[in-house]
């Protein structure tokens, strides 16, 4: 079993920035491909962004293209996600998933069997 824990979540003011980072306890993060998703009020959970084991291969939802930034680092067993020109419509809980089912969509959330608790992000206008 792998535990997620997500942090760098909070309030911040439209067009800032917050950074996201998503460790494994038990575990090395770095063994595994890693999504990002968020969940707003009243809404289904959702993609943001997926890196590969390697931070070679990279994807995105487009409602965040351009702006949210997935990387990783294996050597401190971190994933981070950079956000940044927040707008209020990204205010949401963020999740971090991994542990990729093998042909699995990487963009649905059935695809993953391990998730975090999820942190608060909160972009005011």
């Known amino acids: 079993q792998v535990q997620l824990v997500e942090s760098g979540g909070g309030l911040v003011p439209a067009g800032g920035s917050l950074r996201l980072s998503c460790a494994a306890a038990g575990r090395t993060v770095s063994d595994y491909a890693v999504g990002w998703f968020r969940q707003a009020p009243g809404k289904e959970r959702e993609f943001v962004a997926f890196?590969?084991?390697?931070?070679?291969?990279?994807y995105y939802a487009d409602s965040v293209k351009g702006r949210f930034t997935i990387s990783r680092a294996n050597a401190k067993s971190t994933v981070s996600l950079t956000m940044n020109s927040l707008k209020p419509e990204d205010t949401a809980v963020y999740y971090c998933?991994?542990?990729?089912?093998?042909?699995?969509?990487?963009?649905?959330?059935?695809?993953?069997?391990?998730w975090g608790q999820g942190t608060q992000v909160t972009v005011s206008s």
């Open positions: 890196i590969n084991w390697s931070g070679g291969i990279t």
């Open positions: 998933a991994a542990g990729l089912k093998g042909g699995a969509q990487l963009r649905s959330i059935q695809a993953y069997n391990y």
